[in-house]
């Protein structure tokens, strides 16, 4: 069953334009510092200047997954259980308005099979997850992010 027509992700629109319809599997939390990542939250720049936490849920630890992370021109992927991390973590820098920052989980086929993208500009997550066997996300979660001295705007 995929997600409801009211969860957050489809309401922002994260469902559509970056990841087709997919089913929560396990629980993904995100936290910068002590603030946890919800669905929809506001974030300025100098919260998320180091890389998040992560904790992801699940009963069998041979799982392995890889955690993308797309903003604009950013992207991390990380197997978060070993700690390869493929792309080093670059903190969302919108020069204007606000940003969505969109974090997806997914599950791998088995270890070292995803491999780093040639380039952040333009990434796209589908082919990411198409071009390294991965399928739809397993969980996902988005916020928002504005520089420190903005003051809300358009969405990009």
Partial sequence: MSLSPRDPLVLARVVGDVVDPFMRLISLTVNYGQRQVTNGLDLRTSQVLNKPTVEIGGDDLRNLYTLMCQVQA?????????????????????????????????????????????????????????????????????????RDNGCGGRRT
Avoid at 78 to 99: A, D, F, R, T
Avoid at 115 to 140: I, K, S
Wanted: charged share 15%; with cysteine.
């Fill in 74 to 146: 950013t992207l991390t992927s990380e197997n978060i259980s070993i700690g390869n991390e493929l792309v080093h973590y670059e903190n969302p820098c919108p020069n204007s308005g606000i940003h969505r920052v969109a974090l997806m989980l997914s599950r791998q086929l088995r270890r070292q099979t995803v491999y780093a993208p040639e380039w952040r500009q333009r990434f796209n997550t589908r082919a990411f997850a198409e071009n390294n066997n991965l399928g739809l996300p397993v969980a996902a979660v988005f916020f928002n992010c504005q």
